[in-house]
């Protein structure tokens, strides 16, 4: 096989999901992620210490506020054109739980993802 | 001498990935895996736990209330343009949020129980009271009449509802001369009704109409379908039908009337205001802001028919509008 073809297979693996500029990528958006879960449980609670009552903000709770139509328009597709049980109780049980939750799950898994230094 | 041509898979052994990183991915993907199942179980045994009831229902429960009561006579006054809709297709594609936003919640609206089914009546009324479904039926006659239905989504069905005037339910409340409006509320059960679990949107559903319009002979309160019990996707046991508006006007599975002197906020103007206001009246030349409104599909036929004014019902209602060229009434 010429020289050129491994070339070429070794830039297509630079672009790959799996790439190491793609795990940086990745694990980026993991670390914004904690931050957002790192501010919404601060939010929660700075809310509990003004109010004493501990009530946690849950990611569909935020998704209404910051844009209701395209989460009803969300749960539309999924539900009419992909499966209702998708939505509810699959995605539904996501959406209930508190956003920090959530996030910073999602974020650690990403941010685990960093290459380290020594690669 | 030996000259060696390397392949094209081959690598020098530095360049080698170490065995430590690939393991370690390995283990991410596993968490990954292992994690969305941990995360999945509970709803997956929830989905089948669901899907194992419905197909344990087999089919519709019947709705018993009011039983008795049926068939009622037709009245002569309402007729159709079209014929009637199939009675499985209405009975099978349904919008009621409350059990999910696809068409067919029919088995999961099997859950919502019928009785006991209290009616409360308040807010400018002279006197507030409860009523229980069944002595809604001993008060007020029941009729049937033919109405075209038009969805906001730009469906439509022809369908014989049985029920009272709200006219005749306005009266028996017996409101005070400061009500201008009927404020309708749904039942709220998050344990039968699924959508209602999402605690984000403003359960109960909430719809309004003005004294004028729940007292136009038009007004509808339905309890049955195709002259016997309406089935729970329906709307039983109490719903309304005011045939000159978009579908989700009409309010299902009714549990409270209040009169007031405030117009209300109803469930999907608070969700959606640009899309779907408090009149939303039927007028194919005022588009829904994602859709041409100027036709319709009538439910069991593939063709297209333009849609009427008001529904066709504008000599009923259009004197209920004088400024008819205000979109607000349409939206």
């Known amino acids: 096989m010429p020289v050129g ?115 | 001498m030996l000259i060696k041509r390397p392949r094209g898979w081959e690598l020098p052994e530095s360049a080698a990935t170490r065995e430590t990183a690939f393991i370690d991915r390995r283990r991410v993907l596993a968490g990954l895996g292992l994690g969305g199942a941990i995360l999945a179980a509970p709803a997956l045994f929830d989905l089948r736990r669901m899907n194992g009831e419905r197909a344990a229902q087999g089919g519709a429960q019947e709705n018993p209330v009011g039983k008795a009561f049926y068939p009622a006579p037709r009245s002569a006054a309402y007729q159709l343009d079209r014929p009637l809709t199939d009675e499985k297709l209405t009975t099978t594609y349904n919008n009621f949020y409350e059990f999910g936003s696809h068409k067919q919640i029919a088995p999961a609206a099997q859950a919502l129980p019928l009785k006991p089914w209290a009616v409360k009546i308040d807010g400018l009324v002279e006197r507030p009271m409860t009523l229980d479904i069944d002595d809604l039926f001993k008060q007020l006659p029941l009729e049937e009449r033919l109405y075209r239905h038009r969805c906001v989504e730009a469906w439509s069905m022809a369908v014989p509802w049985t029920g009272f005037p709200m006219r005749a339910f306005v009266a028996l409340a017996r409101p005070m001369s400061g009500a201008k409006f009927v404020r309708m509320e749904s039942f709220q059960n998050p344990d039968v009704a699924p959508g209602q679990k999402q605690a984000w949107y403003p359960w109960p559903y909430v719809e309004g109409l003005t004294i004028e319009e729940a007292t136009n002979e038009l007004a509808f309160l339905a309890t049955g379908i195709y002259g016997r019990p309406a089935p729970k996707q329906n709307g039983a046991p109490l719903r309304l039908v005011v045939p000159w508006k978009y579908g989700f006007k009409s309010a299902k599975s009714i549990v409270r009337f209040t009169f007031t002197d405030r117009r209300p906020m109803s469930f999907w103007e608070r969700i959606q205001p640009a899309e779907y206001g408090f009149w939303a009246n039927v007028n194919p030349n005022v588009p829904h802001a994602r859709w041409s409104q100027a036709t319709e599909m009538p439910l069991g036929t593939q063709k297209r028919i333009p849609t009427m004014l008001y529904n066709g019902y504008g000599p009923f209602v259009a004197h209920l509008y004088p400024e008819s060229n205000d979109r607000r009434f349409f939206m």
């Not at chain 1, 790439?19 to 990745?26: A, E, K, M, N, V």
């Not at chain 1, 958006?29 to 009552?53: K, P, R």
């Open chain 1, 5 to 119: 073809t491994s070339a070429r297979s070794q830039r297509s693996d630079e672009g790959s999901a799996w790439s190491p500029r793609s795990l940086r990528i990745w694990a980026t958006v993991g670390l914004g992620l904690c931050l957002i879960a790192f501010g919404s449980v601060t939010y929660d609670l700075a809310v509990y210490a003004s109010t004493g009552h501990y009530h946690a903000i849950s990611a569909g709770q935020l998704w209404f506020e910051l844009h209701v139509a395209s989460l009803n328009l969300t749960q539309a597709i999924v539900q009419r054109y992909i499966h209702p049980g998708l939505w509810d109780p699959i995605l539904v049980l996501l959406l209930k739980w508190p956003l920090w939750s959530l996030l910073g799950g999602l974020g650690v898994i990403l941010a685990a993802l960093l290459p380290s230094r020594s690669k």
